[in-house]
């Protein structure tokens, strides 16, 4: 795998909270050399998203090599959908955690966008029993 910029994530959830912790779980497992960033809630710290926290993470975690949005549900996949730009930017309709792990790990290794797109999406066949 490479070894030049890697594939940033960006998590988009209704949640300020569950967008961080979310971040933090991931950075737990995937090690701190993966560009992840939180874009969570409303501009004024509400329950919602906002296309202005999205663009700002995807700017933080951009390297060169893309990005995988990863939204959580209902209208932070219209969010997403705003700044989708298809070969750099790209949205994971994935578990929101699994899916979330999946891509982090896939990055990690220096994997490229669709190789993260594609390891984020086999959550979606993960089982847990």
């Given amino acids: 795998m490479s070894a030049g910029p890697r594939v940033g994530i960006v998590l988009i959830s209704h949640s300020d909270?569950?967008?961080?912790?979310a971040v933090a779980l991931v950075v737990g497992i995937a090690g701190d050399g993966v560009a992840v960033a939180p874009a969570g809630g409303t501009d004024d710290g509400l329950l919602g998203t906002s296309v202005d926290k999205v663009?700002?993470?995807i700017v933080r975690v951009d390297q060169g090599?893309?990005?995988v949005l990863i939204p959580d549900l209902g209208s932070s996949v219209l969010t997403a959908r705003l700044l989708e730009e298809p070969g750099s930017v790209v949205i994971a309709d994935v578990p929101f955690v699994e899916g979330a792990i999946g891509a982090a790990v896939a990055a990690g290794t220096g994997a490229s966008l669709r190789a993260v797109l594609d390891a984020a999406e086999d959550a979606r066949?993960?089982?847990k029993l």
């Fill in 65 to 67: 090599a893309g990005v």
């Fill in 17 to 21: 909270a569950l967008a961080r912790e």
């Fill in 55 to 57: 663009a700002a993470a």
């Fill in 125 to 127: 066949v993960y089982r």
